[in-house]
């Protein structure tokens, strides 16, 4: 009964690993060949006709990359994001999502612009990252900005709204600000 599933088990783990490795070596296989015939294409009219097999491999994958990218990928992610839209709980979960990992990845980095804010009106204060300077559209009056305020060893964090005199701008990289957050101040500056 045991062996059995022993077996069963080493069956998972071997078609799991196929699962893996095919398509790896097929592609391994596939730009060998593609390499093979260019070299000898190549070295009918070329010295060093390997070495444009080599370039050529690199032009070639470069190139469906980009095809890959603009022609295959971007239709099905918008697909994908059209059928996401109508789902209504899950448009709020994918949205809310992707807004964040935009904020810290993305081509509008929202958390490029580090601050020291004075908290509440006391002596102490929190390094946070402004990502909001005007709130109109939420119907917040006055001169006040949202600050974002991750936590220590996480990347959840506080949103605040705070008047805006009570902010002094950081003139440190983002990246350096973050680390010190994360790290819960541990991490030392680059200089």
Known sequence: MRTLVYIRRFVKYFLQGLLYLTPIGITTYLIFQIYLFLANYFDQ??????????????VIITLLGYLGRTIIA????SLFEQIIKR?????????????????FLGKDKKFKNPVLVQIYGSNVEKIGFVTQKDLSDL????????????????????LCIVPAENITKLNIPTSDAMKFIVSGGVTKMDN
Not at 74 to 77: H, N, V
Not at 87 to 103: M, Q
Not at 139 to 158: E, Q, S
Request: no cysteine; aromatic share 24%; glycine share 10%.
């Open 45 to 58: 009219y070329f010295e060093y006709g390997s070495w444009y097999g080599i370039v050529a491999i690199i």
């Open 139 to 158: 119907g917040i009056p006055g001169n006040k900005v949202a600050v974002y305020f991750p936590y220590a060893f996480t990347f959840m964090g506080d």
């Open 74 to 77: 971007q239709p099905l992610i």
């Open 87 to 103: 789902t209504p709980f899950v448009k709020f979960v994918y949205s809310s999502i992707k807004d964040v990992l935009g904020a």
